[in-house]
């Protein structure tokens, strides 16, 4: 009984300096959280303004009829309206996808590919990194202008040599049959070297183990890269398939440079019609419309592909 007594004063007197010595860490916490939240804030005012204001103010345009010097008149869902009115919507939308799919079909396993390719070079293989790498520092616009000149059906680089065994000349970019496909492949050109260098460095991280016990097992070239290879890489294929989606959805600059969207609209993009709405035709009520609706497709395919793709990176 006396040793209760004596030992309750004790007990509360440590309780109470537990909870001073919580108290002055939290707030000891609080004034570092509150620091690097100051040092935070100019990069966060600079990111919302230069990011998050366009969306914001583009949103607002969408509901406007104006002329961006300070005369604007709320129009509701007008601008909406015309932009479904608008046959070329539906044009740009199919040609979109269709470069989706081609620049999937041909500008995603290319480099998954060449990068496999890559990985068992021993011998200069730097030189052909850098190679392979170069198209990615050519400014996309010079890079369009060369394979221009590649396309060219009379004098062109592509022609001439399919002439020397007999084949052509090909209309290129002069057929609607042929435009899209000719953008693709300049577009895969022009941007896979990035994606062959992460690849690269991906399959440095996989195990050499892996490898010798399914050569050990039997396993042959092919098996090894469907087996070992591909599984150690999904997350990385994932995340840059994702990427590519992004991309190829936002293409304008082959479009716009090679054919101005043509011919007979067969490359007119989505971002195209934009920059036309809104630079051309001056109606920028309705080409913010129209952006907004590309901002929102994409936030939804993103989020349903990474959802889809979750599981990838937990197994």
Known sequence: MTTATVTRPDEEQADRQVRAARSRRWRAGGRRELTGLLFLLPAIAIFGLFAWWPI???????????DLMGSSEWVGLDNFQALFADPLLGTAVQNTLLFVGLGVLIGFPAPLILASV???????????????????????????????WFYDPGAGLFNELLGKVGLG????LESPDTAMLSLVLESTWAGMGGTVLIYLAAMVGIPQELYEAAEIDGANLWQRIWHVMLPQLR????????????????????PYVFTGGGPQNSTTTVLLLIFRYGFQQGNYGQAAALAFLLALALA?????????TRSWSKS
């Open 300 to 308: 939804l395919m993103s989020a349903v592909y990474l959802r889809a």
């Open 118 to 148: 890559l990985s068992t070079v021993r011998r200069l293989g730097g030189v052909y990194r850098f190679l392979v790498y170069l198209p990615v520092v050519i400014p996309p616009v010079v890079s369009v202008l060369l394979w221009k």
């Open 56 to 66: 914001v103010r583009g949103l607002i345009i969408s509901f406007q009829r104006t």
């Open 235 to 254: 997350t990385v294929i994932a995340l840059l398939l994702l990427w590519q989606l992004i991309n190829t959805v936002q293409v304008f600059t082959e």
């Open 169 to 172: 000349p090909y209309p290129w």
